[in-house]
């Protein structure tokens, strides 16, 4: 299950900017390279958890612009977890679900966490569940690193390096 925050008010050039954003998150994909791995931070109290992160990969992008990170979290634990929150070395990072309304308008909501079954798997990918990277704080250019921390409710935190692509 997800949690979702309540949306704020905001303004029409603020709708189309994410609009544009969401337009292009969702037309392109790919898969990734970096990869990682947790282990339960408090062993022995029910919750155990190995989260395995894949496939990381962040979108180009201009200083003072957003891009996206994308990547795979596999639980081969017994418990379920959850990705309670990002860090980018290179700007303020969130996680973000693109849904599609009835009348088949797309936009973005801020998820609070992302919950991975145990045994299962989650993708973080174009169109989906995704990580928005605001404010870079350098151009981004295909090839260049970026790094992200994960932090799980059960886990321990997890530092994945990230390889950067054009679109």
């Given amino acids: 299950m997800t949690k979702r925050v309540a949306a704020l008010p905001v303004s029409p050039a603020l709708v ?4 544009l954003v969401t337009l292009l998150v969702a037309a392109c994909g790919g898969s990734g390279t ?3 791995t947790a282990s339960p931070s408090t062993p022995g109290e029910g919750t155990a958890t190995t989260v395995t992160v894949t496939g990381a990969w962040v979108r180009t992008g201009q200083a003072g612009a957003m891009t996206a990170a994308y990547f795979t979290l596999q639980n081969t634990g017994t418990a379920e977890d959850a990705l309670v929150s990002v860090t980018a070395s290179v700007g303020m990072a969130t996680m973000h679900e ?13 998820v609070e966490t992302v919950v991975i079954p145990a045994g299962g798997s989650v993708s973080f990918e174009p169109g989906g569940y995704h990580v928005m990277i605001m404010g870079l704080s350098a151009d981004l250019k ?18 994945v390096t990230a390889e950067v692509r054009a679109s």
């Fill in 34 to 36: 970096g990869s990682a």
């Fill in 98 to 110: 693109t849904t599609t309304d009835a009348s088949g308008m797309t936009g973005m909501q801020p």
């Fill in 142 to 159: 295909a090839g260049d690193k970026v790094e992200l921390k994960l932090v799980f409710k059960n886990a321990a935190p997890v530092d």
């Fill in 16 to 19: 189309l900017v994410t609009a």
